[in-house]
């Protein structure tokens, strides 16, 4: 998975680590100190932004700051995951409307 990568490169603190992620995020500085409490804080971090935006907003939220951070190292694997995402999705919609499509010529026979 995606966020483990993006962990392992984040949680090592530096200038431009997880700490400065969750606070262009949005996150208070009691939510920080309290993510840097656990095991894997940038792991804390990302899981509380997933569970309260909608996917491709989380994801592109992540993406837009890790980029404004300079950190292209963890930017690049989260565009590579939402590419990845994004095709699998045109090609379930695909699927669905090939399936639908088969649906309505069965029944205007």
Known sequence: MWSRDVTKLLNPESEHDWRLLASRLGYSPDDIRGWATQSDPCMALLSEWYATHK???ASRGVLNILQEM???DA???VENAMKAAGIQAIFSIFISNSFLMQLIC???M
Do not use: S
């Open 55 to 57: 996917t491709f907003e």
């Open 70 to 72: 300079n950190r292209l």
């Open 75 to 77: 930017a690049v694997i």
């Open 106 to 108: 069965l029944f205007n």
